[in-house]
């Protein structure tokens, strides 16, 4: 049950994405769908201290409701990520495509697991990707994936332009299966941001005095502070 004057108010394709938003009393202010043609998928929301809110996932569809200007107007991938930004009464801000195209001999996929807003209204989004040309920046923390699939974090502002990207993992993978990679991300007052997942790369790039510094048996949760 979509609301009056909804973003998208009818379904698309074969599985669409939804934006639900509740007053504090539990009363509906608005409901949207999300979606093309295909599978989409949203896995994660955060909201900004203006009441704005932030939104990312998965798409299959080529035709995936993003919006003029977007960083990537064109699914480059199977799968590629999606990062969305609607404004306190749902309408939509600007939505991006996100990922690669290329990941050498499996299938690619790109999905945003995790969001999260600064007071700034900056946005960071963290997820997986398979893809070998992932759209990096030149200051990327690791310009290159390592292993056949990487953890990916990327920081865009609140008009949708982008402000770095990167992959992050080992030699191994940073997720077992479509549910695992980069799992949750918070954000604080000053900038920085706390991702945690899972990998199970025995070379995962820790730093000097980690806590833990040698992977255990199976697959480890990871802590990661930018």
């Not at 995790?114 to 040309?133: C, E, F, H, K, W």
Request: proline share 4%; charged share 20%.
């Amino acid at each position: 049950p979509v609301t009056g004057g909804a973003f998208q108010s009818s379904f698309e394709g074969e599985r669409d994405c939804i934006l639900l938003k509740f007053s504090p009393t539990g009363s509906r202010i608005f409901a949207t769908l999300i979606g093309g043609w295909y599978f989409d998928d949203a896995y994660s929301v955060a909201t900004g201290g203006d009441g704005t809110i932030a939104v990312c996932g998965t798409v299959a569809s080529n035709n995936f409701p993003n919006s003029a200007g977007g960083f990537q107007l064109v699914k480059r991938g199977t799968w590629d990520a999606f990062i969305g930004r609607f404004m306190p009464d749902g309408t939509r801000h600007w939505i991006t495509l996100y990922g690669g195209n290329n990941d050498g001999t499996l299938s690619d996929e790109e999905a945003a697991n995790g969001i999260a807003v600064y007071p700034s209204g900056n946005i960071m989004v963290t997820g997986r990707t398979r893809s070998l040309d992932f759209p990096v920046t030149g200051d990327a923390a690791q310009p290159a994936r390592a292993g056949k699939l990487d953890s990916f974090i990327v920081k865009m502002r609140a008009d949708g332009s982008r402000i770095w990207a990167s992959y992050f993992g080992g030699t191994d993978d940073e997720s077992e299966v479509s549910s695992r990679g980069l799992a949750s991300i918070a954000s604080d007052w000053r900038g920085t941001a706390v991702i945690t997942g899972w990998t199970n790369s025995t070379d995962f790039p820790v730093t000097g005095g980690a806590a833990q510094r040698t992977k255990g048996t199976g697959w480890d949760a990871f802590l990661v502070k930018f």
